[in-house]
């Protein structure tokens, strides 16, 4: 077993057993946030992995989903596309974390070739793809062929998001 705070270690795996069940089962809205927001703040802010984050990081919206498909998935993502056009708007900069249930997209080829390209596609549509960028974070993130290249943590979330 990795033992990787990102992959089998800390996070992903010790919340494996927690969704059972419903879409997120027992973990609140509120506890999948919390992590979220410690992997932000340790990772990605505390490894300055992005030169963005830390200045953004006040600002920044957790939106936790509970799309169990795609379709529902663009329903919610719309809400949140209209929210971050509104800000565009009004001249603000704005961040959104869109964290997905492992089981609606744990696999991360079924992430990125269905949600994420519909999620590409509805910012595209909308005309903002000028003005919003999507950054995908999964558990397993990988652009490599080795399955541990240490490049692909940088992109290693303890969610699909």
């Not at 999948?32 to 919206?61: M, N, Q, Y």
Request: proline share 7%; aromatic share 12%; charged share 25%.
């Amino acid at each position: 077993t990795n033992s990787s705070p990102l992959r089998g270690g800390t996070w992903h795996q010790s919340h494996a057993v927690v969704f059972d069940g419903c879409v997120w089962g027992k973990s609140s809205e509120e506890e999948v946030t919390s992590i979220c927001a410690r992997w932000v703040d340790k990772h990605i802010i505390g490894l300055e992995l992005c030169p963005f984050a830390a200045p953004a990081r006040r600002a920044t919206r957790f939106r936790v989903s509970s799309a169990p498909s795609v379709d529902t998935f663009l329903q919610e993502f719309d809400e949140e596309l209209r929210l971050l056009a509104g800000t565009l708007r009004e001249e603000k900069a704005a961040t959104t974390l869109f964290i997905l249930p492992p089981r609606a997209a744990g696999d991360w080829h079924v992430f990125m070739e269905e949600y994420y390209q519909a999620a590409q596609e509805e910012v595209s549509r909308a005309g903002l793809s000028e003005s919003i960028q999507l950054v995908p974070f999964h558990p397993d993130s990988t652009y490599s062929d080795f399955p541990d290249d240490c490049a692909d943590y940088a992109l290693r979330s303890p969610f699909p998001t």
